[in-house]
Protein backbone atom coordinates (compact mmCIF):
# COMPACT_ATOMS: atom_id res chain seq x y z
CA UNK A 1 0.00 0.00 0.00
CA UNK A 2 0.73 3.47 -0.57
CA UNK A 3 2.50 5.14 2.59
CA UNK A 4 -0.35 8.32 2.23
CA UNK A 5 0.17 8.96 5.85
CA UNK A 6 3.95 10.22 4.74
CA UNK A 7 2.72 11.53 1.79
CA UNK A 8 0.29 13.80 3.52
CA UNK A 9 2.51 14.78 6.74
CA UNK A 10 5.44 15.91 4.20
CA UNK A 11 2.96 18.20 2.01
CA UNK A 12 1.47 19.72 5.32
CA UNK A 13 5.16 20.83 6.61
CA UNK A 14 5.80 22.35 3.31
CA UNK A 15 4.95 25.53 4.18
CA UNK A 16 7.45 25.34 7.46
CA UNK A 17 10.71 24.07 5.09
CA UNK A 18 12.59 26.30 3.28
CA UNK A 19 12.01 26.50 -0.30
CA UNK A 20 14.06 25.75 -2.93
CA UNK A 21 15.46 26.13 -6.66
CA UNK A 22 14.53 23.43 -8.76
CA UNK A 23 17.93 22.22 -9.18
CA UNK A 24 18.98 22.47 -5.27
CA UNK A 25 18.92 19.06 -3.37
CA UNK A 26 16.11 18.20 -1.41
CA UNK A 27 15.48 16.00 1.99
CA UNK A 28 13.19 14.30 3.33
CA UNK A 29 13.57 11.87 6.27
CA UNK A 30 11.07 9.17 7.95
CA UNK A 31 11.82 6.09 9.73
CA UNK A 32 11.17 3.15 8.88
CA UNK A 33 8.16 1.00 9.87
CA UNK A 34 7.68 -2.51 9.82
CA UNK A 35 5.27 -2.48 7.01
CA UNK A 36 8.12 -1.43 4.64
CA UNK A 37 9.56 -4.30 5.56
CA UNK A 38 10.16 -7.72 3.13
CA UNK A 39 10.56 -11.51 4.41
CA UNK A 40 14.07 -10.60 5.28
CA UNK A 41 13.04 -7.61 7.61
CA UNK A 42 14.76 -5.07 5.44
CA UNK A 43 12.98 -2.59 3.53
CA UNK A 44 11.74 -4.10 0.35
CA UNK A 45 13.24 -2.71 -3.02
CA UNK A 46 9.59 -1.98 -4.30
CA UNK A 47 9.06 0.55 -1.01
CA UNK A 48 12.22 1.85 -1.33
CA UNK A 49 10.77 3.27 -5.29
CA UNK A 50 7.71 4.27 -3.46
CA UNK A 51 9.98 6.33 -0.75
CA UNK A 52 11.67 7.66 -3.72
CA UNK A 53 8.34 9.22 -5.16
CA UNK A 54 8.18 11.12 -1.96
CA UNK A 55 11.15 12.56 -2.13
CA UNK A 56 10.90 13.83 -5.89
CA UNK A 57 7.19 14.97 -4.17
CA UNK A 58 8.86 16.86 -1.82
CA UNK A 59 11.49 18.93 -3.91
CA UNK A 60 8.35 19.54 -6.61
CA UNK A 61 6.48 21.05 -3.55
CA UNK A 62 9.52 23.07 -2.36
CA UNK A 63 10.60 24.22 -5.63
CA UNK A 64 6.74 25.10 -6.84
CA UNK A 65 6.64 22.48 -9.23
CA UNK A 66 3.05 21.17 -7.79
CA UNK A 67 2.01 24.55 -8.22
CA UNK A 68 2.75 24.94 -11.74
CA UNK A 69 1.57 21.75 -12.31
CA UNK A 70 -2.38 23.08 -10.60
CA UNK A 71 -1.41 26.18 -12.93
CA UNK A 72 -1.34 24.69 -16.02
CA UNK A 73 -3.09 21.02 -15.33
CA UNK A 74 -0.14 18.88 -15.93
CA UNK A 75 0.77 15.67 -14.31
CA UNK A 76 4.07 14.01 -13.88
CA UNK A 77 5.59 10.35 -14.96
CA UNK A 78 8.59 8.14 -14.59
CA UNK A 79 9.32 6.86 -17.82
CA UNK A 80 12.21 4.58 -16.79
CA UNK A 81 14.86 4.26 -13.96
CA UNK A 82 17.77 2.17 -12.78
CA UNK A 83 18.87 1.49 -8.73
CA UNK A 84 21.67 0.72 -7.24
CA UNK A 85 21.58 -1.43 -3.50
CA UNK A 86 24.41 -1.29 -0.98
CA UNK A 87 23.02 -1.37 2.36
CA UNK A 88 20.41 -3.08 4.19
CA UNK A 89 17.41 -0.69 5.83
CA UNK A 90 16.02 -2.09 8.97
CA UNK A 91 13.40 -1.46 11.12
CA UNK A 92 13.54 1.24 13.18
CA UNK A 93 16.43 2.88 10.93
CA UNK A 94 15.93 6.72 10.46
CA UNK A 95 16.18 7.40 6.62
CA UNK A 96 16.94 10.19 4.32
CA UNK A 97 16.06 10.67 0.73
CA UNK A 98 17.96 12.90 -1.07
CA UNK A 99 16.46 14.42 -4.45
CA UNK A 100 18.17 16.71 -7.35
CA UNK A 101 17.30 16.86 -10.61
CA UNK A 102 20.77 16.62 -12.22
CA UNK A 103 19.91 17.86 -15.85
CA UNK A 104 17.15 17.40 -18.78
CA UNK A 105 17.26 17.10 -22.37
CA UNK A 106 14.21 18.30 -24.53
CA UNK A 107 11.48 15.66 -23.03
CA UNK A 108 13.22 14.15 -19.71
CA UNK A 109 14.27 15.44 -16.25
CA UNK A 110 16.94 13.22 -14.68
CA UNK A 111 16.64 12.86 -11.31
CA UNK A 112 19.45 11.34 -8.72
CA UNK A 113 18.29 9.77 -5.43
CA UNK A 114 19.96 8.42 -2.65
CA UNK A 115 18.48 6.48 0.34
CA UNK A 116 20.92 7.40 3.66
CA UNK A 117 20.70 5.98 7.21
CA UNK A 118 23.39 7.05 9.46
CA UNK A 119 24.95 9.08 7.07
CA UNK A 120 25.65 6.16 4.73
CA UNK A 121 24.58 5.90 1.28
CA UNK A 122 21.87 2.59 1.36
CA UNK A 123 21.14 2.95 -2.29
CA UNK A 124 20.72 5.14 -5.31
CA UNK A 125 18.59 5.61 -8.14
CA UNK A 126 18.46 7.21 -11.29
CA UNK A 127 15.26 8.02 -13.04
CA UNK A 128 13.87 9.38 -16.18
CA UNK A 129 11.06 11.65 -15.38
CA UNK A 130 9.03 13.99 -17.46
CA UNK A 131 5.67 16.66 -16.84
CA UNK A 132 2.80 15.70 -18.77
CA UNK A 133 0.27 17.18 -20.31
CA UNK A 134 -2.85 15.30 -21.64
CA UNK A 135 -0.91 12.37 -22.07
CA UNK A 136 2.17 13.47 -24.06
CA UNK A 137 5.41 14.47 -22.58
CA UNK A 138 5.44 18.44 -22.06
CA UNK A 139 9.48 20.14 -23.38
CA UNK A 140 11.48 20.97 -20.95
CA UNK A 141 12.09 24.36 -21.91
CA UNK A 142 7.75 24.88 -21.22
CA UNK A 143 8.42 23.49 -17.68
CA UNK A 144 11.64 25.26 -16.75
CA UNK A 145 9.65 28.66 -17.68
CA UNK A 146 7.29 27.68 -15.25
CA UNK A 147 8.93 26.78 -12.85
CA UNK A 148 11.19 30.48 -13.26
CA UNK A 149 14.39 28.98 -13.37
CA UNK A 150 16.91 31.04 -15.00
CA UNK A 151 20.63 30.36 -15.87
CA UNK A 152 20.23 26.65 -15.04
CA UNK A 153 21.31 24.30 -18.17
CA UNK A 154 24.24 21.99 -17.07
CA UNK A 155 25.43 18.79 -19.25
CA UNK A 156 24.45 15.86 -18.57
CA UNK A 157 27.03 14.07 -15.76
CA UNK A 158 29.25 11.47 -18.58
CA UNK A 159 27.25 8.52 -15.89
CA UNK A 160 23.95 9.81 -16.77
CA UNK A 161 24.52 9.91 -20.37
CA UNK A 162 26.39 6.56 -20.64
CA UNK A 163 23.27 5.35 -18.58
CA UNK A 164 20.97 6.71 -21.44
CA UNK A 165 23.31 5.29 -24.10
CA UNK A 166 22.70 2.40 -22.84
CA UNK A 167 18.99 2.22 -22.30
CA UNK A 168 18.63 3.09 -25.91
CA UNK A 169 20.00 -0.33 -26.66
CA UNK A 170 17.85 -2.13 -24.77
CA UNK A 171 15.12 -3.85 -27.29
CA UNK A 172 11.77 -2.71 -27.00
CA UNK A 173 9.17 -3.64 -26.44
CA UNK A 174 10.70 -6.26 -24.67
CA UNK A 175 11.30 -10.10 -26.14
CA UNK A 176 8.51 -12.59 -25.05
CA UNK A 177 10.88 -15.11 -25.29
Not at 57 to 75: E, S, V
Not at 85 to 113: C, L, N
Not at 156 to 164: E, M, T
Request: proline fraction near 5%.
Amino acid sequence: MFPLFRLMKMAVHQRSRPKLRFNEMSEVSFYCRPWDLDLQLEVNNGRVLTLYDIGRMDLAFRCGLIKALRRNRWGLAVAGGSNRFRKRVHFPSKITIKTQAVGYDERWIYMSQSMWVKGEAASNGLFRTCVTEKGRAVSTDRVIEALGVEDWQPELPDWVKAWIAADEKRPWPPNSD
